[in-house]
């Protein structure tokens, strides 16, 4: 049976209260099912409210949007990976394209932040993807193997644990999504990455994000190059996000 991962990225919505009012209602629209992970990636300061409500709850996980690569130190607004798993985190975003383009992270970072995850056996999400210009000039494999290439080194059992999140970002927030046979394309080229590192395809798991909804998830779904999905703003809408993570079989 293939294990799906449906993955929520609040981006900067829901603060404690709003992540309560949140599970209020996704809870009672919610079904457990064996053959998928639903995450979610609230805000860094609703990050224990929403794992004091997954607790014991199968099959919710929770992470960070973003983790600093170093366990301390004075890095006004980080957090660290130990904080992360002190709190019961499960995993984080890694190279969101808004990290990357918004913040100015670098690969390099984004490398760090994945082995810091890895080497306190969390999951890092990584995320990568091609900007629209880039796209257009022919550079969307070449960008896609750039950041992929920042986890180079790591041993094929380690780079295994790793979740890919393929996202345009061109796709991201705009209404605009890649065909399915686009991204079926691309997975399997993140795959053949994997492979030529030693990780058995089948073994790797690649999540498709941007501007995914209720409208085209099944569609998306129906490759089967696409684990699962990393999902903005559609997954801050409880009932929406409880419909979309019974999505596929
Ligand atoms: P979107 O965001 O679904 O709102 O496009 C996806 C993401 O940025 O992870």
């Known amino acids: 049976m293939k294990r799906r991962m449906f993955a929520a990225n609040w981006k900067m919505h829901l603060g404690p209260q709003g992540a309560r009012d949140f599970f209020d209602t996704f809870l009672k629209h919610h079904r457990a099912r064996d053959d998928r992970e639903i995450w979610f990636f609230p805000p860094a300061i609703s990050l224990t ?18 983790v ?7 890095f006004t607004g980080e957090i660290s990976v130990p904080m992360l798993v002190d ?13 990357r383009h918004v913040f100015g992270e670098t690969d390099e970072q984004a490398g760090k932040k994945a082995r810091a995850l ?3 056996a969390l999951v890092p999400v990584f995320c990568v993807g091609e900007k629209l210009e880039e796209r257009e000039a022919g550079k969307t494999w070449s960008v896609v193997e750039r950041q992929l290439d920042a986890l180079d080194g790591l041993p094929a059992a380690t780079l295994g644990r790793v979740v890919i ?11 605009r999504n890649a065909t399915p046979a686009d991204a079926a394309g691309m997975h399997r080229s993140i795959r053949s990455w ?7 395809r089948k ?3 690649v999540l498709y994000g941007g501007s995914v909804n209720l409208a085209n998830l099944a569609g998306l779904l129906a490759e089967s190059e ?9 997954s801050l809408d409880p009932a929406d996000w409880a419909k979309i993570a019974q999505t596929g079989v």
């Open 226 to 234: 696409i684990d699962g999905v990393l999902v903005g703003g559609a």
């Open 194 to 200: 994997f492979a030529a590192h030693g990780v058995r």
């Open 165 to 175: 999140a393929y996202e345009p970002v061109w796709a991201i927030g705009t209404g």
């Open 203 to 205: 073994n790797v798991a």
């Open 87 to 99: 709190a019961g985190g499960q995993g984080a975003l890694v190279g969101h394209s808004e990290r």
């Open 68 to 74: 600093h690569w170093e366990p301390k130190g004075a």
């Open 118 to 120: 890895l080497d306190a």
């Open 49 to 66: 409210t929403v794992l004091h409500v997954i607790k014991d709850r199968r099959g919710l996980c929770a992470g960070a949007q973003n």
